[in-house]
């Protein structure tokens, strides 16, 4: 059993790996020379970008370095002491940047409201300045596949935008990189690797906010998908990697106002009369069954 639990382990972390590396590579994530300022919450999903860049640093062909930083948001309860022992344990270089935006987000929102969007804001804004002062190239968020999708669906259904998080983009004040190397890789595999490396975990529910309840809806509905339908999620995120502008109806992405026929075929031209096929392909068979496979040897 102990063998098989081990052989389970090194392929979800050779796989998480992989991930994580190939997300790095499709979008020149981390170039020579960067210094790479790891945001570190103390959830699961931080802790394993961490450990993770740290593991692809030591291997990778390019040089670059790792700060991990901590917004102490001086929140009742907070235990200060977690993380500057846990990276000190490791030999990680780190920062600890106090500041209690607590306070102010409990003197503007209203009692019961949920606090999340303004203290995300506040917190940005700090992080940015550190950045700064590190000397910081990049900026690594641990955002994963799940978020990426939730943020999607969000926007779809709240805020009437197709948007989600892209693994990478340039910062609101226009003076930072920033990353999320973790684009590629799914909550439950990170949620199994924190498990199984034991990290500290601090949980987020210091402040005593609500939840956000839109993203939890959202959270609740693509894991019911996930079980009734193995495989949708994976397809979906694929087809925000497949945008066809043209099927599509933004006026200020598409000149339709000007479009015209040109008596040539079109590569995507319309289809209006066919009905759509969505049979999957023999990569997209193949990729699904893999899947499935290393699913099934990580919960054993």
Not at 151 to 180: C, E, Q, W
Not at 204 to 221: F, H, P, T, V, W
Not at 262 to 286: S, Y
Request: glycine letters at 6%; one cysteine or more.
């Amino acid at each position: 059993m102990q063998k098989k639990e081990q052989y389970n382990t090194n392929k979800l972390h050779k796989r998480l790996r992989r991930l994580v590396g190939t997300a790095i590579a499709d979008f020149n994530m981390i170039e020579t020379d960067d210094r790479v300022m790891v945001c570190l919450s103390g959830g699961k999903d931080s802790y394993a970008l961490l450990d993770i860049l740290r593991n692809l640093q030591i291997h990778a062909p390019l040089e670059f370095e790792l700060v991990a930083v901590n917004l102490d948001q001086k929140q009742p309860g907070f235990p200060e002491q977690v993380l500057p022992e846990y990276l000190a344990k490791i030999g990680m270089p780190f920062r600890i940047v106090e500041q209690d935006t607590y306070s102010v987000v409990k003197r503007v929102i209203a009692e019961g409201k949920t606090t999340c969007s303004l203290c995300s804001r506040l917190r940005r804004g700090v992080l940015y300045r550190v950045a700064s002062e590190l000397g910081a190239t990049k900026i690594a968020l641990g955002h994963h596949r799940d978020d990426i999708l939730e943020t999607l669906f969000l926007n779809m259904f709240y805020g009437g935008k197709l948007k989600a998080m892209p693994p990478k983009l340039v910062s609101d004040d226009g003076r930072h990189i920033v990353i999320r190397p973790l684009a590629y890789c799914k909550e439950k595999d990170l949620a199994a690797y924190a498990e199984i490396a034991d990290f500290p975990i601090i949980p987020c529910n210091l402040c005593g906010s609500q939840k956000n309840l839109q993203r939890q809806a959202i959270k609740e509905m693509m894991q019911q998908w996930d079980k009734k339908f193995p495989g949708r999620l994976e397809t979906m995120f694929r087809s925000i990697q497949n945008i066809q502008l043209s099927h599509l109806a933004d006026t200020t992405r598409y000149d339709f106002f000007n479009l015209k026929a040109q008596g040539q075929p079109v590569i995507d031209g319309d289809i209006a009369f066919d009905e759509e096929a969505f049979e999957p392909t023999v990569e997209e068979m193949l990729t699904s069954a893999a899947e499935e496979h290393d699913n099934s040897l990580v919960s054993g």
